[in-house]
C-alpha cells in the first residue's frame, strides 16, 4: 500500500501561484495513474487533475482547465500541481491519491489511500 505526503500549501492572494508536492512511498509509485483532488470548507471532495502512469496524458477539472498544470517525476517518486492564477474558489485541502480502480477519471471514488492533505488558502 502506498503512503502519501503532500506539501506545498499555504495561504495567498488571488492570482497568485502554488506548487504542490505529493511524494510516495511503500509502493511503485510508476505504476499508478495519479489524481489530485480537493475539499472545500464543508463540501464533498472533488477531482481536480489526473495524470497517467507514464506521465503523457493529464485530465483536468472544468474549474481548473487552463490554470493548474499537473506533472509527475517517476525517478522522484513525486507528483505535483502547479497552480497558476489562484481563485478564491480554489481554497480548499487538497490530497493525492493513486487511481484504483478502472472507471472514470473525474470520479473521486475512484482513488484511495489517502495522506494528510495539504491546505490551500486564497484570500481575494
Known amino acids: 500500500q502506498v503512503q502519501l505526503v503532500e506539501s506545498g500549501g499555504g495561504s495567498v492572494q488571488a492570482g497568485d501561484s502554488l506548487r504542490l508536492a505529493c511524494l510516495v512511498s511503500?509502493?511503485?509509485?510508476?505504476?499508478?495513474?495519479m489524481a489530485w483532488l480537493r475539499r472545500g470548507p464543508g463540501r464533498e471532495r472533488v477531482f481536480v487533475a489526473a495524470?497517467?502512469?507514464?506521465?503523457?496524458?493529464?485530465y483536468y477539472g472544468d474549474s481548473v482547465k487552463g490554470r493548474f498544470t499537473i506533472i509527475r517525476d517517476n525517478t522522484e517518486n513525486t507528483l505535483y500541481l502547479q497552480m497558476n492564477n489562484l481563485e478564491p474558489e480554489d481554497t480548499a485541502t487538497y490530497y493525492c491519491?493513486?487511481?484504483?480502480?478502472?472507471?472514470?477519471?473525474?470520479?473521486?471514488?475512484?482513488?484511495?489511500?489517502w495522506g494528510q492533505g495539504t491546505q490551500v488558502t486564497v484570500s481575494s
Open positions: 511503500r509502493g511503485t509509485f510508476s505504476v499508478y495513474s
Open positions: 495524470i497517467n502512469s507514464s506521465g503523457n496524458k493529464p
Open positions: 491519491a493513486p487511481k484504483l480502480t478502472y472507471g472514470t477519471w473525474n470520479n473521486p471514488d475512484e482513488y484511495g489511500n
